[in-house]
């Protein structure tokens, strides 16, 4: 079984942490992306990245998840990509770092 993609953050306000679902709750969970990464280099601006099946997948906001865009990396010959980290310097330059499996 596989494990229900959930990003866990907390805005840089007096909020409350507030859980995000990717891409949808309506999805069923074997078909969400596992998520293995989230930076937030900025306020309301974040990555997520992981694995989606034989891609690799990078999931991006800048207004705390209100809305999104997902990105997919396809594997090369056979080998499943997954990103891991994220480095960020400044934070609107960010290089997404992962291997394949």
Known sequence: MSKVASLNFARRSEEAAKVVILPSVLEPPEKRPLFKSVAC??????????????????????????????????????????IKAFGCDPPDRCVAVGSTS
Request: aromatic share 4%; hydrophobic share 35%; charged share 15%.
């Open 41 to 82: 280099p900025a306020d309301g601006v974040c990555l997520a990245g992981g694995v989606h099946g034989p891609n690799a997948i990078i999931a991006s906001t800048t207004n705390n998840w209100s809305d999104y865009s997902i990105d997919e990396i396809e594997g090369i010959e056979g080998a499943t990509p997954t």
